[in-house]
């Protein structure tokens, strides 16, 4: 008993003493901060100060839930998706001889063949003069680049799985010009596999692609606008001569009759694994010229129907005019990732006071499908995957596109939809120039 | 590159669509084009997938030359814009994986194309009803491959060139 209470006097006096020893430093350290403070003129700061003060973090995180913006769908809600990002403006201008990704694995089940999800040679990034590539120097911006998880079983720590990782920017402006162009006599190396030869004569057909090479395969969704001129030149049964222009889609060259405005867009969603070419069905050519043409046009019956099946490798550039939801992502399965905006598109132009102005789809309320009023992005699809919502293949041009003979029956078809098909056409797409410094890329 | 599920998750549905190319310009008198296979003959047929060893999805197809052996599976579309869904009108249609053995359906799974307003073409296939009926159609749902790991393959990037590249953090305001 006299034990007991001998250590509980003794843990008394230490704590008392410990007290003491605290309050001892305290006054030390006060008088020593006093000094500090009267010796380095230090003042204290008011409210007001703190008004001039301003920063903001570099990297910004973020969580959203695959179910709880609009839109949510069976791609997305079993996701959480976490988002790092830098609060700035990314520029770059760069050249790659080669930008395959994905190749092989589980979608060479879906192409029947050996190929990449995306496979694209000779890539240039580069700024825009308007729907045109920019000068060789130019930069494309990047506005917030990021990165995003997409995560499973998010809830339960023992089942967490990263899905899928996704690299992007709220925005991107500029241009992506691909691939080269050959002429008669050279070996076009990367068209071994279809149309290696090229005869630059040609206006149609495997040949035609032979003098192109660029995009061998896209995975991915693009919003398109396309349009197109083209000085078309026939004859009719061997015997009636066609030299008109046609147009269709918005266009900014005067030669033809197409307008610029919004509602002469069109507008083609394109999305898929390994997508090869581009197709335009029914396109309503709207012509002028003389003899018979002029003939037609004052009775206004100068609407022809054509279809195009195009190549992508026909195709050199796409332009991006201040994109948004651009991204580049690969998943082992379908994921609908969050828009960066977290509202639909439509939401989005309408916000902006732009509805019914932009030259996008889903600022019409005549063009908009399903996806316009998603703020979940289009599944991307199991591999790799690119998204661009909004990409401008417009003011194609090609001031000699020779048809040659066509029959009485190819003559009827132009009359009607879908119209007379033209597979792969020349559409005189010439590769932007990207040289720069010691670069022997163009 | 592999992704592998954890040990104790579920299997996953490693699936994609090769082609939805959908046009969405107003419907009027030019919507008039049969979409899907019906397109191969003008020349829409995908490079990769010969009709030959392609599936052909619901519709006529599943009775009279129906190639159960095809790999691929190929919805079949057609359209009237001035009386129905003009987005079905287009040069493509909706394709996805059926790889044999390896893939599964999966009824009521939402098909991607939806997201472009093209309406859902389940999967489906020719059953026996018995002596009196034939032979019907029973829907099947959407083929995946079900599996514990996938390989979404190789990736290079050749004779890259960095000529600028410049970043500019923004500042406290900025929009």
Redesign the interface.
Known sequence: MQVRRKVIEMNKNKKICNVRIFIALLMVSYSISGKALSHSGMVELEDSDLREV???G?FVADMIRGDELTGA???STPFNFYRVG????????????????????????????A???IDIDYVSMMGRDGYKPGDP?S?VTLDRPYMEFAI??DDTH????V?GIKIGAATVDGFMATGRRYYNGVVNEENTG?GSTCNPSDFVGANVVGCHSGLNSVSGFLGTDLSLTMRVKAAVAGLIPLDAWGCTGRTTTTVDECGTSQDES????????????L????A?LTLNGDGIVSLLQAIGLNDV?A?L?ADARTVHGLAFAETGDFFLS?????VAYPRYAKVSPTEEFTEQGLMGVALD?CATT??????CH?AYA??A????WMNAPSAKLVDVFNDDFDLGNVSIGGALELL???GF?I?NPELNFHRAQ?C??S?K?C | ?F?R??S??AD???????????????GN?????PGGEG?AG???T?????VS?RNDGPGDQYTDGYDMSG??YAISDSCQATSGDP?R????GS?S?N?GAKHVFVLN??D?S????VASRPYKEEVDCGFFCGTTGETRGIPV?RTDV?????????????????????????P
């Open positions: 301003s920063g903001q570099l769908n069976e791609y830098m609060d700035g403006e990314m520029q770059l201008n760069l050249n790659m001889t080669k930008l395959q990704l994905g190749c092989g694995g589980v979608n060479d089940f879906l192409s029947g063949h190929g990449c999800d120097q930069p499973k079983n023992t089942m967490r799985e899905v279809f069109i507008f083609v969603d394109l999305a898929g694994t390994r997508m090869q070419s197709g335009l069905r029914s309503v129907y279809q099946n690969f998943q082992r399965e379908p789809a005549t063009h908009d499908t399903p996806r998603s289009v599944p699809n199991t591999g790799w009607g939809a879908p098909l597979e990207n720069y410094g670069s890329f | 590159m992704f599920k954890c104790t998750c996953f549905d490693a699936f994609a669509y090769m082609l939805t190319a959908v046009d969405v310009r107003n008198s030019q919507y008039t084009c397109c003008d020349g829409y995908p490079r990769g997938v010969g060893n790999r691929y987005y009108c287009g040069y493509g394709y994986v790889a799974k939402l991607p939806t997201t472009f307003g491959i996938v390989n979404i393959g190789d990736s290079r990037i050749e004779g890259m060139q960095m000529n600028y590249m410049k970043f500019t953090s923004y500042g406290a305001g900025s």
